[in-house]
């Protein structure tokens, strides 16, 4: 490998907590929790070799946040009680334990949900099916039921069911930062896209209103964690069930979209499309981790989508990412930042590792 990585390896300060390298595990959902979603010995095993393997971050899978819609899949982890904050400490201690930032994504799956044990039904922002069928490797069969279009009362809970797991993540599991999930398709993204959302009151209708709940989730979470705590969040235009998904406004919904979180006082943005470097929407335009930047340039731009090859992770630090995310090369290679940083070389990634169930195998953790 003839790529200088050296700019990877450099520390990056995010609302007074020192990085000391600009890669990060990318959120990868891996239902491994028990039946009552409390983190599991495996998956403490699982997350810190990332961090022994020198990742400066490690970001969870997306963790629900309430006892009522906001699961998506069976064994997912949680956040929604005592129980389920305090079985998180160990894989906190573990990830910390090697100098990684360890930061909770929390997450509502909303109408995309496939397994919930609190509820027999979805919900969203309209009662709208959801596109495509539901992903065997996380147990799902079928198409999406129709969800039921959420209340005030409903959205108030939602609102509140992110602050409050937020809080349990921080003051009892130990993390150091709250991603909220506004990407890929589930409850945020779901109010943010055109199509899912036909509200005709405030949290519908134009770009704005639908950007809504994202900062009022935003707001809520910050007020429950305070200012010294980094907040961000994923926003994507893909989604799990339609993944060539574009905004309709092109650019400028990007502006209003990454202006409008910056306004707000996130700490950073998690961006993620299939290969990070491609235009965002015209040919000859700006890839969305560059827009990101250009519209809020005092945020810390994570990108994410084919930066496990190392020319496009560098490449993306100057494009507008401050740190790059990985998710399939670092499955293939837990050690990856160690590998660069001595010049090894990396394996390929077994995408076996993901079936017939996303579940962690044992042989994983031998890696």
């Known amino acids: 490998m003839n790529t200088d990585v050296s700019s990877l390896f450099t520390p990056i300060v995010i609302n007074g907590h020192t990085i000391k390298n600009r890669l990060s595990v990318a959120p990868m959902t891996r239902v491994t929790a028990t039946e009552a979603g409390r983190a599991t010995e495996t998956m403490t095993r699982y997350y810190e ?20 819609f906001s699961q998506g899949y069976a064994n997912q982890p949680g956040m929604s009680d005592e129980a389920q904050a305090n079985a998180w400490k160990p894989v906190v201690s573990g990830i910390k334990a090697h100098g990684a930032l360890a930061i909770a994504q929390i997450m509502h799956a909303g109408a995309i949900g496939q397994s919930n044990r609190f509820r027999g039904e979805t919900v969203g922002p309209s009662a709208f099916q959801p596109k495509g069928e539901q992903m065997a490797f996380y147990g799902g069969k079928g198409r999406y039921a129709v969800p039921v279009a959420m209340t005030e009362m409903q959205i108030a809970d939602a609102i509140a069911s992110f602050a409050g797991s937020a809080g349990r993540a921080i003051e009892l599991a130990g993390f150091d930062a709250i991603e909220i999930h506004g990407a890929n398709g589930y ?58 998904h574009k905004w309709a406004g092109a650019e400028r919904d990007a502006e209003i979209i990454f202006g409008g979180l910056a306004d707000a006082g996130a ?40 930066l496990h090859n190392i020319e496009q992770a560098v490449a993306a ?50 890696l």
């Open 267 to 306: 700490d950073f943005i998690h961006v993620t499309e299939f290969e990070a470097w491609r235009p965002a929407f015209s040919p000859s335009g700006s890839s969305l981790m560059n827009l990101a930047k250009r519209h809020a340039p005092k945020v810390a731009i994570l990108a994410n989508g084919s």
């Open 49 to 68: 070799r990332f961090a022994r393997g020198g990742f400066g971050v490690v970001s969870t899978e997306g963790i629900y946040t309430d006892q009522a």
């Open 187 to 244: 409850l945020l993204d779901q109010f943010l896209t055109d199509y899912t959302n036909s509200r005709a009151d405030q949290w519908g209708g134009s770009v704005q209103n639908r950007m809504r709940l994202v900062v009022e989730t935003f707001k809520a979470v910050r007020a429950r964690v305070g200012a010294k705590v980094p907040v961000g969040v994923r926003i994507s235009q893909g989604k799990v069930n339609d993944y060539h």
């Open 317 to 366: 630090l100057n494009d507008g990412a401050d740190i790059v995310t990985i998710a399939r090369g670092a499955l293939a290679n837990p050690d990856l930042p160690k590998r660069l940083f001595e010049r090894n070389l990396l394996k390929e990634f077994d995408p076996t590792i993901l079936g017939p169930i996303a579940n962690i195998k044992e042989s994983e953790l031998s």
